[in-house]
């Protein structure tokens, strides 16, 4: 079965991105989603990291955790950082589940372009409600998802549902 190809030049500004020794990127969406504090998108957000609604998400509930400073791989993170970024990818994770009751939920990263990332300047981790069957015959005949809630519902469900209390993850964040 072939796929036919849908254009969408839209995302072009969203997709480019420039790495500059990890300092905040003009071009970078994520880098103006780290540093917005009043948009619907930021569900949660720690001194390093953030976690946010992801604009073409998947599923309900699809979010992104990503550190804040602009840095493309893992190894790039200081040691606060990703103590910091796997807490809030536990949180992420506990926060959908608690909201979505999923049947599973998905973690992952793609990092560099032959791995599939969007993004590849902006390290993120994708984290992301799944149940048996969500793909549908639209995703597989149209070639299109639908989501069936807008992202002010899920950004207000995904905060009901985020964690409380202090874990220690190496920094002491809060949970």
């Known amino acids: 079965m072939s796929h036919d190809q849908l254009w969408a030049a839209w995302r072009a500004d969203y997709v480019s991105t420039v790495i500059e020794d990890g300092q905040p990127d003009e071009g970078c969406v994520l880098c103006a989603l780290a540093a917005d504090h009043e948009t619907v998108e930021v569900v949660h957000r720690r001194e390093r990291v953030v976690a946010v609604l ?3 998400p998947y599923v309900n509930g699809h979010l992104m955790v990503m550190p804040v400073r602009h840095v493309a791989t ?9 103590a910091e970024l796997w807490a809030e990818v ?3 994770v506990e926060a959908i589940t608690t909201a979505y009751e999923p049947g599973g939920v998905n973690v992952g990263i793609n990092m560099g372009p032959a791995a599939g990332a969007g993004i590849p300047g902006h390290l993120h981790v994708h984290a992301l409600p799944r149940w048996r069957g969500d793909t549908n015959f639209m995703t597989t005949v149209g070639g299109v998802r639908v989501i069936p809630e807008g992202p002010e519902a899920t950004s207000a469900r995904v905060r009901d549902a985020w964690p409380t209390g202090v874990r220690s993850w190496g920094s002491g964040a809060p949970r």
């Open 74 to 82: 893992l190894d790039e993170l200081d040691d606060d950082e990703s």
């Open 54 to 56: 992801n604009r073409y």
């Open 90 to 92: 536990e949180q992420a």
